[in-house]
């Protein structure tokens, strides 16, 4: 059974930094693309950044770039979410999803169950 589980959430005041993981298991993702996606309250699920299965690629939504960051550590088969200069609006549920193809394809198998950020002002 395929099972995503991400960890890293939790509380931080705004100009602070988070790194969240998102670690594999039941089959290894190390052929496709990954991403993060969040969702606040009272809003849908946004795309926050995705990566290559080499991690060569990589994509961000508009209000991330230059904040956060996406890696991979296909040994692992777990996914990073580095996210630094944390504001209030970026408190959300953070997802992992598996993507369909190696490249980003923006067409996603699997969903993690997701981790709580909260960012105080």
């Known amino acids: 059974q395929v099972q995503l589980v991400e960890s890293g959430g939790g509380l931080v005041q705004a100009g602070g930094s988070l790194r969240l993981s998102c670690s594999a298991s039941g089959r290894t993702f190390s052929g496709y693309a990954m991403a993060w996606f969040r969702q606040a309250p009272g809003k849908e699920r946004e795309f926050v950044a995705a990566i290559s299965w080499t991690g060569i690629n990589t994509n961000y939504a508009d209000s991330v770039k230059g904040r956060f960051t996406i890696s991979r550590d296909n040994a692992k088969n777990t996914v990073y979410l580095q996210m630094n200069s944390l504001k209030p609006e970026d408190t959300a549920v953070y997802y992992c999803?598996?993507?369909?193809?190696?490249?980003?394809?923006?067409?996603?198998?699997?969903w993690g169950q997701g981790t709580q950020v909260t960012v105080s002002s």
């Open positions: 999803a598996v993507d369909r193809g190696g490249a980003i394809t923006y067409e996603y198998a699997y």
